[in-house]
């Protein structure tokens, strides 16, 4: 997923070989991680689809079933892995994750500490902020969890600048080896405020941190252990609203053409010969936001450590 | 625990200012925001008077200063953090859980404070620091007592931000410029929040070693903000479409050294598309036609692209009454001394024969003043195949257009309209809520993933 190597730039036009991770997407809310193996096969409600016909077709390919189903064969990237990831705990989404990383001024190189790991969704995008010189230390302590992330990890090929360790955040802190050299320190736990004072012992002098609490009541009792030590304590919340494009033809209406003032002024010259004769029958896009959206996600806090000196 | 990196050599992640540096400037709270760079001889202009800004060199980024009164004048000095009390948030044991007092005796009058402005200058011949002409006011001000502890707090900052003004020291990085730039001329970077840039950048999987094609008409803000997250990796490609390139002024701000200016390039599109009649070339074929080669004129570019950033560095104008001012941009000698590397050269023969084999490895678009369809349709063939694209726009319209074609041309998958929303929380003991000023609007996000069409060309 990452180009870790500068000689082996990121480039998509390379084709799909054995053991690569492909996203299979059926559609946009249907997509499935697949490691790319000669003899299996990826079976949906479209048919079954063989691995063999994958191989040295680019990325990006629409691929058949035995049954003339399709789906496109996407490379993987942070996004797409964030909506494909096997949940094991709740995870974060490309909006706080987003916001997050530009917050807390994550840049190649940072050195960064997280926990908990959780499901490793934030942790794949951390890891290709600091790419390919930085690293990305997370702690959880459930062993399993950290297992699992460890092998997504592997899988994605994020691995390299990431480690993964299996550690009690709240109750002991972050390690003391790494005091005062991260860059950023995120924290998704249920108590946040145990692990401020540790966290600003990591801290280097103005740098950041930011917790990600979903209820007001951490918020609060966070906030107040921030002031010791923390400036610039800022609270939010980010959402995401969805739209929805539709073409609607008022051929009906008007007749042919429609009174040219409805047509948008932009785009309504000579397209290239492929496109479609519905262009002289008027139609408008419309535009409306979905009518479902997540109300909340959780409360985004970031802060500052004081510079002392 | 292995491999503790630290890469604290490159200027972008340096923590501590030095000569020549770029920083902001956040002048009582955020009341005014300056962008400046740090030389011998550059001053902020505060009040009625300019400050030189020598004190603010080899001091953290994070440092606060303040205007102190001494015996050559006055002059920004560093404050210690355990010093300053006043601030509303900062204030940890600030309890106003249990207020007994409130406002119905308050007399909004002139009389409440007793002592005038010949007094207060003769405090400071006496050499008074500014906290304690604030205290003097306090315990001249006949009402001060009877306001409520918050009002209380109200009226110190006040007069702090009259009689001891502070200026902090901030680094300019992607969230910081462009909050600033919103805050104070959104205008100039197309309306774009902050979290807005910040999907833009995640939604493209922007990342080191990448090929990024960026159309940046936010005043180079994408620009840098894309370098930035390279880390001097990869190229990002800022490209134009019309005769000259799109000013990149903010990429300025940024302190990117040498390794990072020059990951970023300019091409115009002609020039990507001029030899591409190679029958046998894999991508965009109808490119090549679509594009009038009379427009191949990108060779006098970079002279165009110099003239104007010198343009911007010899006005030396220094503070206007408000809001955020560029200043201090170092005369032709301090440039010499400090070496500020140049961003936005043109792209070397090699480099574009690199994309036109690879293809880019994503696409932003930031272009309010282009049409959004025919700009994405142009520059698609450019991208590898399954590359991330991510366009802006303030309005909704051009990106459902442009939503619709790309899907009816089957062009893309994954296609999807977004509109970011923020919202800040006041949080504080028994007084939180969400913030009484919010942005409303911070831009449209049109984002998706190139297919492999052999259809579609
Ligand atoms: C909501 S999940 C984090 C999800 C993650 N941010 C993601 O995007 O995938 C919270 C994690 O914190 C871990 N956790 C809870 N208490 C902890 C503690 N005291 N020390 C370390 N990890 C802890 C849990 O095991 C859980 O995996």
Redesign the interface.
């Known amino acids: 997923m990452l180009a870790l190597d500068p000689s082996k730039k990121l480039s998509f036009n390379k084709t799909i070989a054995d053991g690569d991770l492909v996203i299979v997407y059926e559609r946009h809310d249907t997509m499935k991680a697949v490691n790319v193996s000669e003899g299996s096969v990826f079976q949906n409600r479209f048919g079954v689809f063989k691995h063999s016909d994958w191989v040295g077709r680019p990325f990006g390919s629409k691929v058949y079933s035995n049954k003339s189903g399709y789906v496109y064969l996407l490379a993987p990237s942070p996004e797409l892995w964030t909506l494909v990831l096997s949940h094991r705990t709740q995870i974060l989404y490309i909006t706080d994750i987003s916001f997050v990383i530009m917050y807390l001024e994550i840049v190649p190189g940072c050195l960064v500490l997280e926990s908990g790991t959780g499901s490793g969704s934030l942790t794949t995008s951390l890891a290709r902020a600091v790419a390919p010189t930085g690293h990305v230390y997370t702690f959880d302590f459930h062993e399993q969890r950290a297992a699992s992330a460890r092998e997504d990890f592997e899988r994605t090929g994020v691995s390299s600048v990431v480690t993964v360790g299996v550690r009690d955040i709240q109750g002991k802190g972050f390690p003391d080896e790494l005091c005062g050299m991260a860059d950023a320190v995120f924290l998704d736990l249920p108590q946040p405020w145990l692990v401020i004072v540790s966290a600003a012992k990591m801290l280097k002098p103005d740098a950041t941190l930011c917790s990600f609490s979903p209820c007001i009541e951490q918020v609060q009792r966070s906030c107040e252990a921030l002031r010791m030590n923390f400036t610039d304590i800022r609270t939010f919340d980010v959402l995401l609203r969805a739209y929805e494009v539709r073409e609607v033809k008022n051929d009906s209406m008007q007749g042919h053409g429609g009174s040219p003032s409805q047509q948008p002024p932009c785009k309504r010259r000579q397209t290239s010969e492929g496109s479609n004769k519905q262009e002289s029958i008027s139609s408008t896009i419309m535009a409306r936001p979905s009518a479902e959206a997540k109300g909340h996600t959780g409360y985004l806090t970031f802060a500052r450590l004081k510079c002392s000196e | 625990?292995?491999?503790?990196?630290?890469?604290?050599d490159?200027v972008?992640?340096r923590?501590v200012t030095w000569e020549g540096c770029s920083v902001l400037l956040d002048i009582n709270d955020g009341d005014r925001l300056v962008f400046s760079r740090l030389t011998e001889n550059s001053t902020l202009k505060i009040g009625k008077k300019n400050y030189s800004l020598r004190p603010l060199i080899g001091c953290?980024?994070?440092?606060l200063f303040q205007v102190e009164y001494g015996a050559e004048g006055s002059k920004l000095s560093r404050l210690l953090?355990s010093a300053e009390v006043s601030n509303i948030?900062?204030?940890?044991d600030y309890q106003p859980v249990e207020e007994h007092r409130d406002n119905r005796e308050l007399v909004d009058n002139n009389k409440a404070q007793s002592l005038s402005g010949e007094d207060i200058e003769e405090l400071r011949r006496q050499g008074a620091t500014g906290d304690e002409i604030i205290e003097a006011l306090i315990a001249n001000s006949a009402t001060f007592e009877k306001k409520t502890a918050f009002s209380q707090e109200k009226y110190r900052l006040k007069k702090q931000k009259k009689y001891a003004p502070r200026v902090l020291l901030r680094?300019p990085?992607?969230?910081s410029i462009c909050e600033t730039y919103f805050t104070k001329y959104p205008a100039r970077i197309g309306f774009m929040r902050?979290?807005t840039?910040?999907?833009l950048?995640?939604?493209a999987?922007v990342?080191?070693?990448?090929?990024i094609l960026v159309v940046d008409m936010v005043g180079g803000l994408l620009t840098g903000a894309v370098a930035?997250?390279?880390?001097?990796?990869?190229y990002v490609c800022n490209m134009y479409l019309e005769s000259s390139p799109y000013p990149m002024d903010i990429v300025r701000m940024f302190n990117f050294g040498d390794e990072i200016c020059k990951r970023i390039v300019r091409t115009s599109l002609s020039d990507l598309c001029s030899v591409q009649n190679d029958p046998s070339e894999?991508m965009g074929h109808?490119v090549s036609i679509?594009n009038d080669p009379s427009e191949q004129m990108g060779h006098d570019v970079s002279a165009t692209a110099n003239s104007s950033n010198e343009q911007m560095c010899s006005h030396e104008t220094l503070t206007e009454p408000s809001g955020m001012e560029e200043i201090a941009l170092p005369s032709e000698n301090e440039v010499s001394k400090c070496k500020i590397p140049k961003a936005g050269d043109k792209a070397s023969q090699e480099t574009i024969d690199l994309w036109k084999?690879?293809?880019f490895?994503s696409l932003i678009v930031a272009a309010p003043e282009l049409?959004t369809?025919?700009t994405v349709k142009d520059l698609m063939p450019h991208l590898?195949?399954?590359?991330?694209f991510a366009i802006y726009h303030q309005y909704?319209?051009?990106?459902?257009?442009c939503?619709?074609r790309l899907?009816?041309?089957k062009m893309a998958?994954?296609?999807?309209?977004?509109?970011?929303?923020?919202?800040?929380?006041q949080?504080?003991?028994s007084r939180?809520h969400p913030c009484m000023q919010m942005s409303a609007f911070g831009g449209?996000i049109l984002s998706g993933?190139?297919?492999?069409?052999p259809e579609?060309a």
């Not at chain 2, 930035?228 to 990869?234: N, V, Y």
């Not at chain 2, 909704?396 to 257009?401: G, K």
């Open positions: 625990m292995s491999g503790n990196q630290s890469n604290v490159s972008q992640s923590r953290p980024f994070g440092s953090r948030e900062d204030n940890g680094r990085v992607a969230r902050v979290d840039l910040s999907l950048l995640s939604m999987n990342a080191a070693n990448s090929d930035e997250r390279m880390g001097g990796s990869g894999q109808d679509q084999a690879n293809g490895s049409d369809w025919n590898s195949h399954s590359a991330p909704l319209q051009p990106l459902a257009t939503m619709h899907q009816s041309e998958v994954g296609l999807q309209i977004s509109e970011p929303w923020l919202r800040e929380y949080v504080l003991p939180t449209y993933v190139k297919i492999c069409n579609s």
